[in-house]
């Protein structure tokens, strides 16, 4: 029943879409947007071909070492900025400006110092990923309650014990949420970075379409970047509200 | 000013004196990145020539209409759906993965339905603004306190003078956020978009300065559009602080 429940929402959605997607269908003709059925088929056909294996790897490398960048780099960051308050007092107005720059502006400048090809990409995606990780982990570690420390404190903990069972329980759920907003805007910028100056890829291969206006392809490759994003999102939302709940309790 | 103030000064400062002097000495080829008093120089020359003042109107009347429209277009459907939580929950899934959707995709369909020139790229850029602010007011409305609507009850307030006394003061700090993010998205969707699909605009005369090695132009052009954005986001935060004292906080 709960299961009814909890699936219902996000059923209902994939519907309305898809019948939207179908009206604007007939609404604007092949030319623009191809009927739901016939670029699944689309899809599904371009996943068996042997020359799109690459292109699907290209960017998968690429996303994953942007965000493991991302993530390390932030965590790393936010730690060192929250454990020392006057560091993070100085740099927390420079890290909010940074991340409110459109970034898309930088992309010619990381072209140009990292050159064609796949660091461009791991770069732009990280720059993207990496100052929200390093925001919320920052905020985390500097709002850990200071009557667990003490408790630790008089429980004589040594400072291995202490990250290990008061700042790493204390601090996750936050630093999840961190991590979770940036996986979004790692994917945003990694696909961005691909639909520039790009030889492989999935951003490529949407860009070639777009150039011969093959919009069977356009959506297919839409819907499939899409699906990944939408299914690891509801992952990690699932596991930021766990881990929420957890630490309310 | 505060002691991390002064200390964030010099650090910025100490960062772009050693570029320039990097750039000066020619440690760093002027074919990657151009000393910061030539980027200063260059967009100087470039606002006083008046050559692109057709590109730079285009853009900001692109970015500002898009801007107004996900602004208030985000906060009113952000309203509907605080007042309807079923629709709420359908969506959620969908809002929470928004910014990870390849939204550029879709721009050759937008060109069908919209025809060329700056109607698809305002399109695009409202899309994608719209949902940063939803999800702002959505989040300023949840977190009001209860105290506060049930001091509204206790004074019979009509519901126009709740709205406007209580709640949306009270939800002010998270919509000013959405106002801060609605900006640089709206600044996104359009640059981005003028990058790969468009003929004029900020955007095209940055890609075409790339691609004609003209790095003076470029960064000129680059530090144009992130003053530009800077400028209206500390006028958002001058404001934002005014409320905040204003209110004793």
Same mark, same amino acid.
């Given at each position: 029943?709960?299961?009814?429940?909890?699936?219902?929402?996000?059923?209902?959605?994939?519907?309305?879409?898809?019948?939207?997607?179908?009206?604007?269908?007939? @609404?604007?003709?092949?030319?623009?947007?191809?009927?739901?059925?016939?670029?699944?088929?689309?899809?599904?056909?371009?996943?068996?071909?042997?020359? =799109?294996?690459?292109?699907?790897?290209?960017?998968?490398?690429?996303?994953?070492?942007? $965000?493991?960048?991302? @993530?390390?780099?932030?965590?790393?960051?936010?730690?060192?900025?929250?454990?020392?308050?006057?560091?993070?007092?100085?740099?927390?107005?420079?890290?909010?400006?940074?991340?409110?720059?459109?970034?898309?502006?930088?992309?010619?400048?990381? $072209?140009?110092? =990292?050159?064609?090809?796949?660091?461009?990409?791991?770069? =732009?995606?990280?720059?993207?990923?990496?100052?929200?990780?390093?925001?919320?982990?920052?905020?985390?570690?500097?709002?850990?309650?200071?009557?667990?420390?003490?408790?630790?404190? /008089?429980?004589?903990?040594?400072?291995?014990?202490?990250? @290990?069972?008061?700042?790493?329980?204390?601090? $996750?759920?936050?630093?999840?949420?961190?991590?979770?907003?940036? =996986?979004?805007?790692?994917?945003?910028?990694?696909?961005?970075?691909?639909?520039?100056?790009?030889?492989?890829?999935?951003?490529?291969?949407?860009?070639?379409?777009?150039?011969?206006?093959?919009?069977?392809?356009?959506?297919?490759?839409?819907? $499939?970047?899409?699906?990944?994003?939408?299914?690891?999102?509801?992952?990690?939302? /699932?596991?930021?509200?766990?881990?929420?709940?957890?630490?309310?309790? | 000013?505060?002691? *991390?103030?002064?200390?964030?000064?010099?650090?910025?400062?100490?960062?772009?004196?050693?570029?320039?002097?990097?750039?000066?000495?020619?440690?760093?080829?002027?074919?990657?990145?151009?000393?910061?008093?030539?980027?200063?120089?260059?967009?100087?020359?470039?606002?006083?020539?008046?050559?692109?003042?057709?590109?730079?109107?285009?853009? %900001?009347?692109?970015?500002?209409? *898009?801007?107004?429209?996900?602004?208030?277009?985000?906060?009113?459907?952000?309203?509907?759906?605080?007042?309807?939580?079923? #629709?709420?929950?359908?969506?959620?899934?969908?809002?929470?993965?928004?910014?990870?959707?390849?939204?550029?995709?879709?721009?050759?369909?937008?060109?069908?339905?919209?025809? %060329?020139?700056?109607?698809?790229?305002?399109?695009?850029?409202? #899309?994608?603004?719209?949902?940063?602010?939803?999800?702002?007011?959505?989040?300023? #409305?949840?977190?009001?306190?209860?105290?506060?609507?049930?001091?509204?009850?206790?004074?019979? %307030?009509?519901?126009?003078?709740?709205?406007?006394?209580?709640?949306?003061?009270?939800?002010?700090?998270? #919509?000013?956020?959405?106002?801060?993010?609605?900006?640089?998205?709206?600044?996104?969707?359009?640059?981005?978009?003028?990058?790969?699909?468009?003929?004029?605009?900020?955007?095209?005369?940055? *890609?075409?300065?790339?691609?004609?090695?003209?790095?003076?132009?470029?960064?000129?052009?680059?530090?144009?559009?992130?003053?530009?954005?800077?400028?209206?986001?500390?006028?958002?935060?001058?404001?934002?602080?005014?409320?905040?004292?204003?209110?004793?906080?």
């Amino acid at each position: 029943m709960t299961a009814v429940r909890t699936l219902r929402g996000p059923l209902l959605l994939t519907l309305t879409l898809l019948v939207a997607w179908q009206v604007l269908h007939q @609404w604007a003709g092949d030319t623009a947007l191809t009927a739901p059925l016939p670029t699944l088929e689309h899809l599904w056909e371009m996943i068996g071909q042997k020359r =799109f294996l690459p292109h699907l790897s290209e960017t998968g490398l690429a996303f994953l070492q942007a $965000l493991v960048i991302a @993530w390390a780099g932030g965590v790393g960051i936010g730690v060192l900025l929250g454990g020392h308050r006057l560091t993070g007092e100085v740099a927390e107005p420079i890290l909010v400006g940074l991340y409110s720059l459109p970034k898309i502006t930088l992309y010619p400048v990381i $072209l140009l110092l =990292f050159g064609l090809g796949m660091s461009a990409k791991v770069a =732009f995606g990280a720059l993207h990923g990496i100052i929200p990780v390093a925001l919320f982990t920052m905020n985390a570690v500097r709002n850990v309650n200071r009557t667990y420390l003490r408790a630790g404190r /008089a429980m004589r903990l040594s400072p291995a014990q202490t990250g @290990w069972h008061v700042l790493i329980p204390a601090t $996750l759920p936050e630093i999840f949420t961190g991590l979770r907003i940036g =996986f979004s805007l790692t994917l945003l910028g990694t696909m961005l970075g691909e639909l520039f100056a790009s030889q492989r890829g999935l951003g490529f291969l949407l860009m070639t379409a777009i150039d011969l206006n093959d919009v069977q392809t356009i959506l297919a490759i839409a819907v $499939l970047i899409s699906l990944f994003a939408v299914a690891a999102n509801s992952i990690l939302l /699932a596991i930021d509200k766990r881990l929420h709940r957890g630490a309310a309790a | 000013m505060s002691k *991390a103030g002064w200390i964030r000064l010099v650090v910025l400062a100490a960062f772009f004196g050693a570029v320039e002097a990097l750039c000066r000495t020619g440690v760093i080829s002027p074919k990657l990145v151009i000393a910061p008093t030539a980027m200063v120089e260059a967009m100087v020359k470039l606002l006083g020539s008046g050559e692109l003042n057709p590109d730079i109107r285009q853009t %900001l009347s692109s970015v500002g209409i *898009a801007m107004g429209l996900s602004v208030t277009g985000g906060f009113a459907l952000g309203c509907v759906l605080y007042w309807l939580p079923p #629709l709420r929950r359908t969506v959620d899934p969908f809002l929470a993965a928004y910014y990870s959707l390849p939204h550029f995709a879709f721009y050759p369909l937008l060109i069908v339905i919209f025809g %060329l020139g700056a109607l698809p790229l305002i399109v695009l850029a409202t #899309l994608f603004a719209m949902v940063a602010m939803i999800m702002a007011t959505l989040s300023g #409305l949840d977190r009001i306190p209860r105290v506060l609507i049930k001091t509204a009850r206790m004074q019979r %307030l009509s519901l126009p003078a709740e709205i406007w006394h209580i709640r949306l003061p009270a939800a002010a700090p998270h #919509l000013f956020s959405g106002l801060k993010l609605a900006v640089t998205y709206s600044f996104i969707g359009v640059i981005a978009g003028e990058f790969i699909l468009s003929t004029s605009g900020l955007g095209h005369q940055i *890609a075409y300065a790339y691609d004609n090695f003209d790095n003076r132009t470029m960064y000129g052009l680059i530090l144009l559009v992130l003053c530009i954005a800077t400028a209206f986001n500390l006028l958002v935060f001058a404001y934002e602080r005014r409320l905040a004292r204003q209110r004793g906080q």
